[in-house]
């Protein structure tokens, strides 16, 4: 059964800094990995999506990595702002499946 | 906008009452699902569909029912309402080439008393 973890659970950081978010999964045979943020009360809004074949995938001051055969993402922020405060969820999506597996979740606060 | 809908944004129900939660999507995406978010067990799968007219069950599918007539519409049914599914419900989609990743809705808060 794919299990997934993220590490810290929460983290809080004085603006400007860069900092990583990890994510581990426990079966490699993933189709894709999602990165999503969640601000409290509201949905999921995706942030990168890495291909199983795929390394890394940016999006402005966002970096994901994943290294499947360690079962292993991180998400890298660059020079944080105090709307980055919010949860980071990882997700993977099953080979095989129609679905994803969820962390529980990093709840990120960055302080002014 | 395109994107996911979900209809109502909250929701109070009594203990036995029944009610549908519903999802559209304009995206003409083949899989759609329904997940609930509780604090301390994260998101978990409830149904999901890969077309109209199939559906399946996912982790947590007990006291909900799903049906699939058309590509855009997913909702999902509490037949008899419990205090135990109290709870945040999101609705996803995607394309059945997995190549774009999922798309939420904003959520269904959920009270059941």
């Known amino acids: 059964k794919q299990e997934v973890t993220q590490i810290p659970a929460a983290l809080s950081v004085p603006e400007g800094e860069n900092l990583v978010l990890n994510c581990s999964f426990t079966?490699?045979?993933?189709?894709?990995l999602q990165w999503f943020r969640q601000d409290p009360g509201k949905g999921l809004t995706s942030l990168l999506l890495i291909q199983s074949s795929q390394r890394e995938q940016t999006s402005g001051r966002l970096n994901a990595s994943l290294d499947k055969s360690s079962g292993r993402s991180t998400l890298y922020i660059a020079a944080s702002q105090p709307g980055d405060s919010a949860t980071y969820l990882c997700?993977?999506?099953?080979?095989?499946?129609?679905?994803?597996?969820f962390g529980q979740g990093t709840r990120l606060t960055i302080n002014p | 906008n395109a994107g996911v809908t979900q209809t109502p944004k909250f929701q109070v129900l009594k203990t036995g009452q029944s009610m549908t939660l519903q999802c559209a999507q304009d995206m003409n995406h083949e899989y759609m699902s329904w997940y609930r978010q509780d604090p301390g067990m994260g998101l978990r799968l409830i149904h999901y569909s890969v077309g109209a007219g199939i559906t399946d069950q996912g982790e947590v599918p007990n006291g909900y029912n799903v049906s699939r007539s058309t590509t855009e519409d997913f909702p999902l049914r509490l037949l008899s309402a419990a205090p135990s599914q109290t709870s945040v419900y999101f609705c996803?989609?995607?394309?059945?080439?997995?190549?774009?990743?999922?798309?939420f809705g904003s959520g269904t808060r959920l009270t059941v008393v």
């Open positions: 079966d490699s045979a993933i189709y894709n």
């Open positions: 996803a989609s995607s394309y059945s080439d997995q190549l774009y990743g999922y798309t």
């Open positions: 997700a993977v999506e099953v080979q095989g499946a129609q679905k994803l597996v």
